[in-house]
């Protein structure tokens, strides 16, 4: 079971300035992680996630961001560290919070070997001899299950596979024992049976560890394998947030029941559900709900509401709409299949 | 460019907004680059051309009561050499040469080195490894020296410093363009073309060339620089135009000895060389600013 | 498979471009308008002379026979007569060696120092004070002839400011470090325009990668990121960038050579163009060859060193 909140994100606001105007990319987030927690974060690709996690980090491009609202890391204390000095960052990255990124094969340094690159993670934040700073080295590439890992010390990132350099990754990642690791679309560029392997390693030292996690990925199937809460995201805003279990079961956004509907069924035929239309720009932000255009139950209401997350009845389970209630779910694509033949037939007519 | 696609959308903002954030000019503040350089250019190619208008004194006519005169006295702007020819009127003069020379040097190995380039990244195989050694050897000989070499044998003239630089720059351009071509010979649009049946000349200039000619012309304005001062520098130990031809590096060469007492006669055409070479760098910086904005 | 991968197809390169070098070297030679002998004698002209020198270049046969004649001698460190100094062509080139050595090894050091602060900085903090100050002193500085800016700065220290000598080679490693400081800082100021933007766009390509993101992660200290990551990447694009304008390095040695009044191998080409002493022009050029080559190869081993993906490559 979870415990306490280990970081909370509070109206979190991050805006880029391109030469387009001002992409409003995270536009109110709020949520929050416990430990011993693992917390996914979907949505379609641009929908907000990596810049949220990068924001939390303090890893945006210098001199582009514009950042309002709070992150709290409880036990660093009340303040956020959005507004942390550098060298306070300093003493949170690596030792509490970590983060791995989508292409393992751009992730690394080039030009300097593994073993160099993750014993410079493991003497960040301890003070260790020559030795055992080698020997915690070995140690972390042998938990991720890289095999010869003395003699691997010595290889470059262009003699690792990806899903070897994914693997070395976690472990720089965990090498100072962080308490939240960060993980954006880690299995994204590898294949499904590393996809698989990768997942299988984070869910083993989540549980080996206690350490907490945010886990992001456009492909809810994933989240859905490895996470304990979820948090649905559209248009930088979050627009469903429960656990897994009531998600899935009981998903009240429209969104999240597209998403699940879009999941392709093991023994499916047919065609292959979509949801048509695409994300609004994040430029020029329309009025009320940013889901509408695209939404099946959609009423012109719902484009003049000012949007909020609404409790949904389960516990700790909130969507941003307010007909949840209303919606009757069930079949919903079949219906409206059925609705296009419809105007189809009668159109031709 | 080719890893453009495979970015996630994320990405693709991030480096939109760090290119943003250094770029911080207006699009009119960007191509004042370019403006200022062709601006300079214009002023150089008119002033040289409309010499016998603005200046009444011949480069060449010796006036023995007036040598070394310093600048800014009567009837000499810039003064007078130690023969007292006027040095405004030489540089003017002598301006053609050097023009000439950053025009027809470089526009005749631009041209050669850019067919020879594009055909052999083309065709590959031989042809492509044949030329590419052949390039390779012309690399490995300082260009000066070559040029040094040829025009001693040739004997000193304008006419062999024009063909000594066709002798040798033309492998810059080539090995660019021959760089340019191998990467473009995979791009889909080449593909397209060659699927269409087109022949390989055809390909070649009407497809790739067009789409891949800023490289070269970019690097020919650094050339255009270069040549310019490959010519002084021949004119400055004498290998060059011959006197009493009033190019501008031998004007350099004859005011060393007079460095002491009257700095003008050195100083004035190096001035001359630095404002045509930063017209043509100027040129090569806006046309890389705008052709790379339009290619990312 | 060993860092250096492709050593041997390298080294079998390398030849192949020497052997082109002679060749070239050679034939320079023969684009002489005339009769050699005659433009090689010069004054010392006479019919036995002249005779002697056909027989020696083989004149009168085969030019395989000819090129052959010439290697051979080449191989055994003969590089002709000199007919102008009176001496073997190879003595009178070796006593000119040394300062042209010193310069180049000089103007490339102060080249790395003057450029690569500048250009790391400069891509660090893009569009700022360094950035615009350097872009606009190094555009300047390119356009300048070196030859009028070695005049220019012997105008101002040595004429106005007294602070470095006019000309001369100076005695002991500290005198030449004196004397040679305006000289290797011309040459530097222009091959430094190259450098400044080569490593400010390598910098600033560098600062966007995702491996600077892990690093950070990190929680190690940003100026450990920016030697360790930063630089050390960002320098790779330059050293490629460092060898390609080394040929221009050597050209400017000659022009400076002459400024500088220095006795090196520069001064030596010049004055032996104007004094037709033709196996003189033929050996420098020759040397200047393979110093080029040598520092090609140079380039490319400092290259294999800093990047252990170098010997990777499949094909040319």
Redesign the interface.
Known sequence: MTGAPLLTVRDLHSY?????GV?R?VDGVSLTVHEAEILGIVGE??CG???TC?TIMGL?????LHASGEVIYHPHGERSILSARPAELQTLRGAHLAMIF?DPMTALNPVRSIGDQLLEAVTSHARLSRAEARARAIGLLERVGIPAPARRMRDYPFQFSGGMLQRALIAIALASSPRLLLAD?PTTSLDVIIQDQILSLLLELQQDTGMSMILVSHDLAVITEVCDRIVVMYAGQVVEEGTVADIITAPRHPYTQALLDALPQAGQRGQLRSIRGSPPSLIDVPDGCRFAPRCRFVTDDCRSWDTELIETGDPEHTARCWRQHEIERADAWQQEQREQQEQQGSGSG | MSTAWAA????L????????????RSPIRRRLTLIAGLVMLGIAILAVLLAPVLVSQSPTTIDALHPLVPPLTAGHLLGTDQYGRDILARILYGGRIDLAIAFGATSVTLVGGTFIGLVAGYLGGRVD?VL??LV??F????????I????????PSIFNMFIAIWITSWVSYARIMRAQTVVAKKQQYVLAARALGYGPLRVMFRHILPNTASAVIIFSMVDA?GNI?LA??LG????GAQPPSPEW?AM?SDG?NY??SS?WL??MP?LA??????A???IG?GLADLLRAGER | MSRFGSLPRRLVHLV??LF??TL?TFF??R???GDPALAILGSSYTHTRAVAIDNFLGLNRPIWTQYGLFMGRLFHGNLGYSFFYNEPATTVISQHVAPTLFLVVYSAVLAALISFPIGFVAGLH??GVLDQSSRIFF??S???????LG??L??LFS?HLHVFPISGFGSGFIGHLYYLFLPALTIALGFSTVLVRSLRSAT?ATL?AEFIDTARMKGIRWPLVLWRHVFRNAILAVVAVYG?NL??L??GT??VE??FSLPGLGTL??SS??DRD?PV??G??LL??VL??AI?LLTDIVQAALDPRVGQEIG?
Do not use: C, H
């Not at chain 3, 390119?142 to 009028?148: G, T």
């Open positions: 880029l300035a391109t030469s387009q992409v990319a690709s641009g996630k990596t810049v990068r945006m491009p210098a001199g582009t989508q679309e | 996630s959308p994320s990405e903002l991030m480096r939109a907004a760090t290119k943003a954030a250094g770029r911080r490894s590419m050694r390779d050897l690399f490995a000989f300082p260009f000066l020296v070559l040094i070499a040829i025009v001693a044998m040739l004997g620089v001062i002084a520098s400055f130990l004498g290998l590096g350099i060393q460095i002491l700095w050195a100083t190096g060389v630095v404002f045509v070479g930063v043509f760098s100027l910086d | 192949i471009v082109g070098i070239v320079l030679l684009l002489i308008p893009r569009g555009t300047l390119f356009a300048m002839p070196a030859f009028w005049i220019i012997i105008l004429v600033i966007q390609v040929a221009y050597i050209s000659v022009l002459n400024v080409l010049v163009v104007s033709y022009v033929q420098v050029t200047f060859a080029i080559v090609n040319a």
